[in-house]
């Protein structure tokens, strides 16, 4: 399946889970840029990413886009096995300790990229810079396991 034939799927997905919601999604015209509307009056936009993203972002960021973007990783990812696949294993993550985070309202993040080596991420960061978008990144380093995943390691030593 090509991108563009993944992104109109992805839409499809998403316009269910935001009609679901109670909210309406529009399609800008000529523009790869999508219009939510929430019941209360506010509207954020919706565009895809590419890469080194490949991802969905929206703006403005505050706590509702948050939400939103919670409904569409669920609408996008439903299984917990493709979540679990998703998300970097203990290993992984001592390998790969340099972290982009995206700094989301409310004092949550959200992991946008890893790399071994710091410079790389540094490269990377002025890349995601350079479009007039309001979104704040930053660069951390993330040596040790989070809880999940060791949770998750220790629930596959016992299937052992």
Not at 80 to 103: F, M, N, R, S
Request: aromatic content about 6%.
């Amino acid at each position: 399946m090509s991108r563009g034939q993944q992104i109109i799927a992805d839409i499809k997905l998403i316009r269910a889970a935001v009609t679901e919601q109670g909210d309406r999604l529009q399609k800008l015209p000529r523009q790869p840029v999508w219009v939510i509307h929430r019941p209360n009056g506010k509207s954020y936009r919706l565009t895809y990413q590419p890469a080194p993203l490949s991802g969905w972002a929206i703006h403005p960021p505050d706590s509702d886009a948050s939400h939103l973007l919670g409904v569409i990783d669920r609408a996008l990812h439903p299984s917990t096995v493709a979540d679990y696949e998703e998300k970097p294993t203990a290993y992984q993550q001592q390998l790969y300790p340099w972290c982009i985070v995206q700094l989301l309202p409310e004092m949550q993040r959200r992991v946008v990229a890893r790399f071994r080596r710091r410079n790389d991420a540094d490269a990377h960061l002025r890349v995601l810079r350079q479009p007039a978008v309001p979104v704040r990144y930053t660069i951390v380093f993330d040596p040790v396991p989070t809880q999940a995943c060791m949770a998750a390691g220790e629930r596959s030593s016992l299937r052992n």
